[in-house]
């Protein structure tokens, strides 16, 4: 038995049913250690944009470590393709005079984003103002902070005090807001925490207004707006940015998986020069937070060249294109007993199962997923029962539609096997 112990795996289950466990991996197809081949509808977890296997990216690795693998960042150091990678992050992010600090993922983002917000307002002589405002069904990552805006229940729930300055809205409820601002009181509120599309929770893409208007309600009161990109980012709505799509430019966005499509961990946080400013005027201010990988040489590296090919191959014009088959393509799932609809967003979709119809027929969400791995589909079930569907961006239309067959296949079989109870 291997001593790994796997994340978000209840390891009873893991250990007694087996892993699957993967070898290699090309464009969009993953292959496990028994030889099988599956697509890879997830893109490992959202972050593959430009598929497995990218000799390319691969060979930059290889000449960034055996040149410099990493260095510190601290204080006045750093490695000329982090400052490169920074700048070319801060050139194409929608967000006013920014300044970009790397970390090693997502979750480390958006900790060190609540930490710099909080440390801004110390600085600006408002250091009451610390509550954060986050949305049910948010996802944003796991650490300190992620946990305790976390709009999942079972992510939040069940650690004991977590941070106690965060207050929980409704997902896209702007009326609660503006309330929640108001009763909380301006002056104690930090910042409003929001994904473009709400990605884990659900795939729930905002209705038409919903994060312009939230925009305004924020800047109305001095409340910082944080955009956690970190799935929506580098392109996985044809994109740099959803807040570009959305019409915002946020106070911080947040960025991580497609910056690197995985081959190395990376995130960023994109602070505008406004929130920034008081680290950099004047005298200065240290900022005691960083990570020994904060800038890290080969993950810089990795970013570069998958950036590169995510530009040379027009990747995001494909995402465009393709986001517009997707209601063609997987839309008819919609219309299966067990499915009760289908949520597209970019080159993301939500197949969300009917949960009640599914325990009816003495089955679960857990066996359509499995059903979707014995046709070959790699997705996943989603907290809120959806399957996840967010391929590589270079993923084709052939691709999509055999996958969508599979969902409809492992739908209809896993609620065939046991009829519905009689009423
Ligand atoms: C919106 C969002 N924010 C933050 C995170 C955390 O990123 P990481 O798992 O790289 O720490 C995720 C991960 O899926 C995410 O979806």
């Not at 993967?22 to 972050?47: Q, S």
């Not at 990678?85 to 992010?93: E, T």
């Not at 990552?141 to 229940?153: D, E, K, V, W």
């Amino acid at each position: 038995m291997s001593r790994f112990w796997h994340p978000f795996s209840n390891m009873a289950e893991t250990t007694s049913n087996g892993r699957v466990v993967f070898t290699r991996g090309r464009d969009c197809t993953i292959v496990d250690v028994e030889g099988n081949e599956y697509f890879d509808a997830t893109a490992g977890l959202w972050y593959c944009a430009v598929g497995h296997g990218r000799r390319r990216i691969a060979d930059a690795i290889g000449r960034q470590a055996a040149e410099l693998a990493a260095c510190t960042c601290f204080d006045v150091y750093a490695s000329d393709v982090t400052l490169r990678l920074a700048d070319r992050i801060a050139d194409n992010s929608p967000v006013d005079d920014p300044r970009v600090f790397l970390t090693s993922g997502g979750s480390d983002s958006i900790d060190t984003a609540g930490k710099i917000i909080r440390r801004h307002f110390t600085l600006r002589d408002q250091p009451q103002k610390t509550m954060m405002i986050a949305r049910e069904n948010a996802y944003h990552g796991m650490h300190a902070y992620g946990t305790s805006l976390a709009g999942i229940p079972a992510n939040h729930d069940g650690w004991g005090t977590l941070i106690p300055e965060v207050a929980q809205i409704g997902a896209f409820d702007l009326e609660a807001l503006e309330r929640t601002i108001l009763e909380l009181g301006a002056d104690r509120v930090a910042a409003f925490f929001a994904e473009p599309v709400i990605a884990a929770g659900g795939i729930f893409p905002p209705p038409e207004g919903y994060l312009r208007q939230a925009a305004a309600i924020c800047r109305r009161h001095g409340v910082l707006l944080v955009c956690d990109e970190v799935v929506t980012g580098v392109g996985r709505l044809g994109q740099w940015s959803a807040s570009e799509r959305f019409g915002v430019r946020p106070d911080l966005m947040v960025m991580a998986k497609a910056l690197t499509s995985g081959y190395q961990p990376l995130g960023a946080v994109i602070v505008s020069g406004a929130v920034a400013e008081p680290f950099y005027a004047g005298e200065g201010e240290w900022l005691k937070h960083g990570y020994t990988y904060s800038g890290h040489a080969t993950a810089c590296a990795a970013a570069m060249e998958n950036l590169d090919i995510i530009e040379e191959e027009a990747l995001f014009d494909r995402v465009a294109a393709l986001e517009t088959k997707l209601p063609s393509l997987l839309g008819p799932l919609a219309e299966l007993e067990c499915v009760s609809e289908v949520r597209t967003a970019g080159l993301l979709a939500a197949i969300q199962l009917d949960t009640a119809e599914l325990e009816r027929r003495g089955t679960s969400g857990a066996e359509v997923n499995v059903g979707c791995r014995e046709r070959g589909q790699i997705t996943r079930l989603l907290a809120c029962g959806a399957l996840q569907f967010s391929p590589p961006y270079t993923a084709t239309e052939e691709q999509i539609g055999r996958f969508g067959e599979a969902v409809e296949d492992a739908v209809t079989a896993v609620s065939r096997r046991s009829p519905p109870a009689l009423a």
